[in-house]
């Protein structure tokens, strides 16, 4: 590949025609991008079928306008093309291992779904709603409003724990403690309907309350599900906040029954 092939190949024209070809699939990719979002906010699970399709057209368009720019526009020799081929993988061998590490990542969360847009899940120490699956990195908004961009293979490596797999409703852990003297049948009661007349709660589930013997106290999971996975840290607020507003009747009925020890950690 000598000086004069490259004068032929490298000229003002050709990269003025490779700039509008890549602004034109940038357009595309971010109308693609918009479709995807329509879609997901107004079809809900149906939505998760343009999510895809979104990622693959994205795919495709990028891989047409390689294929312009290098064929088409440039249109290199075949010495060329395993000359510069040769080059591209050395340069991907010591440059590109990480972005290729997550493409590949990305086109496996693609096809085998272990999350969607609307989730709220667990990734190592991020912890919030997916907004976003891209072929090389995950979009959280965390609790805070904060935007964390996760490599989609952390979420290979690390493994993502889902609150709602998919789904708009949400299952939420609430844990009590109570002295070991605790009416355990009163404590049930008191912690059923506390979720029940939540207004965030869901009845489509079933609540299911659960009692552990622990070394200085007694254990209550709490596990219902709210309608909105959203709405996860209301609803056990607000269960917390009934219960606990509740069992405070029932002081001096029972001596030795304190309301509730511990912090609340679900």
Do not use: C
Request: overall charge positive; aromatic content about 14%.
């Amino acid at each position: 590949m000598d000086g004069k092939f490259l004068l032929d190949i490298l000229t003002v024209s050709n990269f003025a025609y490779s700039a509008v070809a890549l602004v034109v699939a940038s357009i595309l990719a971010k109308f693609v991008g918009l479709l995807r979002d329509y879609a997901a906010e107004h079809w809900g699970r149906r939505g998760h079928f343009w999510e895809k399709t979104a990622v693959l057209a994205k795919f495709f368009i990028y891989a047409v306008t390689l294929y312009i720019i290098v064929v088409v526009i440039f249109s290199p020799s075949r010495e060329a093309v395993l000359a510069m081929a040769g080059g591209t993988a050395v340069a991907i061998g010591f440059g590109a291992k990480n972005f290729l590490e997550n493409i590949i990542a990305g086109i496996i969360l693609l096809f085998e779904r272990p999350i969607y847009v609307g989730d709220r899940i667990k990734v190592g120490h991020y912890y919030g709603d997916v907004v976003g699956i891209n072929l090389r990195s995950t979009r959280l908004k965390t609790l805070e409003d904060s935007f964390i961009t996760v490599p989609n293979s952390t979420m290979i490596r690390e493994g993502v724990r889902s609150e709602n797999a998919g789904k708009v409703p949400a299952m939420v852990v609430i844990d009590f403690y109570f002295h070991h003297k605790v009416d355990l049948e009163l404590a049930r009661k008191v912690l059923w309907e506390a979720t029940v007349t939540s207004k965030y709660f869901y009845p489509g589930e079933r609540v299911v309350i659960l009692v552990e013997e622990e070394r200085w106290l007694t254990h209550f999971s709490v596990k219902a599900y709210t309608a909105d996975v959203r709405r996860g840290q209301q609803f056990r607020a607000d269960v917390t906040t009934n219960a606990k507003k509740e069992l405070q009747n029932y002081q001096g009925i029972y001596p030795d029954y304190p309301v509730l020890w511990g912090d609340n950690n679900g």
